[in-house]
């Protein structure tokens, strides 16, 4: 059974940092490109960031570049997203998500369809 479970999420204000981490189990981590989505209620589900399988190339939407930062520990199966100088406007619920033998920009296609699983997601709110 296949596990993707994110974790750190929470209230920060803006300016301020947060470091979320998504651990799967269940797959073979090495097979999978890694990325993170956010969607906020009443809008579309938007790819923030991605990661190939060993964590040498990377993807980020550009509202979010040079202020978050994908990387991935696959000894520990985890994937995380650094994002610092936080603002209101990235306050969503944020996706963690495993793309088996995916490019790393997967995360980049707007049907989701290289998703192979999804995590159930945390809340990140960001105060003005």
């Known amino acids: 059974q296949v596990q993707v479970v994110e974790s750190g999420g929470g209230l920060v204000q803006a300016g301020g940092s947060l470091r979320l981490s998504c651990t799967t189990s269940?797959?073979?981590?090495?097979?999978?490109?890694m990325g993170w989505f956010r969607q906020v209620s009443g809008k579309e589900r938007e790819g923030v960031s991605c990661?190939?399988?060993?964590?040498?190339?990377?993807y980020y939407v550009h509202s979010v570049k040079g202020r978050f930062t994908i990387s991935r520990d696959n000894a520990k199966n985890t994937v995380y997203l650094q994002m610092n100088s936080l603002k209101p406007e990235d306050t969503a619920t944020y996706y963690c998500?495993?793309?088996?033998?995916?490019?790393?920009?997967?995360?980049?296609?707007?049907?989701?369809?290289?998703?192979?699983?999804w995590g159930q997601g945390t809340q990140v709110t960001v105060s003005s």
């Open positions: 998500a495993a793309a088996g033998y995916k490019r790393y920009d997967f995360c980049s296609n707007s049907d989701f369809t290289d998703v192979g699983y």
């Open positions: 990661i190939g399988w060993n964590g040498g190339s990377t």
């Open positions: 269940g797959l073979t981590f090495d097979d999978y490109a």
